[in-house]
């Protein structure tokens, strides 16, 4: 059963707009909640990070939006860079449940 | 800083072979996890430890997969034997478990199993 669900498998997007990756979870007890950018033969890198008492987290160039209402995330890249090229996970989990869940990742190719 | 360490990077064995796979965590993290992750998937969980403890091995398929994490630091990740459906990536993470844990992961063990 799957948890955290990330429907889109692939994105692409011009050098310089937005980028919009999604993520849906379905535990009403996830309180904090994590984005992981992996590129190729390289282990996840931890990008950003949301716990439930906030709805938005910036960090330069990527914001984290969450609406617990519909148990749904968003990772902003602004503007996107062919840096940002790679395979984004979203984790969630509930601080007294102990274990991250993770999604099936969204590939985001920018293209220059 | 140095950050989490897994060898092998790679590893291809025949079926029924035993393999196992190391990770040396950050120094200072108390918690270290393994987990699998399939081709299109994301990580799963295998095994959790809090220091020395495996505080969550509910996913752990413990007819064929053994973990032990030594003193608290190092640990290894065993299969024997190992089958078809065990290729994957294995990754090792650690964290300093707070309320704002961050996993940090290593760069992952990709084994193939012929």
């Known amino acids: 059963d799957q948890q955290v669900k990330q429907n889109s498998p692939s994105l692409s997007v011009q050098e310089g707009r937005i980028s919009i990756l999604n993520c849906d979870y379905t535990?009403?007890?996830?309180?904090?909640f994590l984005w992981y950018k992996k590129y190729p033969a390289e282990g996840p890198t931890f990008l950003i990070s949301i716990s439930s008492i906030k709805d938005k987290n910036e960090d330069g160039r990527f914001t984290v939006f969450l609406n617990k209402s519909a148990k749904h995330l968003s990772l902003h890249i602004v503007p996107s860079q062919p840096g940002d090229s790679a395979v984004y996970f979203c984790?969630?989990?509930?601080?007294?449940?102990?274990?991250?869940?993770f999604g099936t990742g969204t590939s985001l190719t920018v293209i220059p | 800083e140095a950050g989490v360490v897994q060898s092998p990077r790679y590893k291809i064995i025949e079926k029924k072979q035993p393999v196992a796979f190391w990770c040396n965590p950050i120094s200072g993290h108390n918690t270290l996890y393994w987990y699998r992750q399939n081709l299109g998937q994301g990580p799963e969980l295998l095994i959790r430890y809090e220091n020395e403890e495996a505080v969550d091995d509910s996913q752990l398929p413990k007819d064929r997969f053994s973990a032990e994490r030594l003193k608290g630091v190092d640990s290894t990740l065993k299969i024997q034997p190992a089958e078809l459906g065990d290729s994957a990536v294995y990754l090792c993470?650690?964290?300093?478990?707070?309320?704002?844990?961050?996993?940090?992961f290593g760069s992952g063990t990709q084994l193939s199993v012929l």
């Open positions: 993470a650690s964290s300093f478990r707070d309320r704002n844990e961050k996993l940090f």
């Open positions: 535990n009403s007890m996830f309180d904090y």
């Open positions: 984790a969630a989990s509930a601080f007294s449940g102990n274990q991250f869940y």
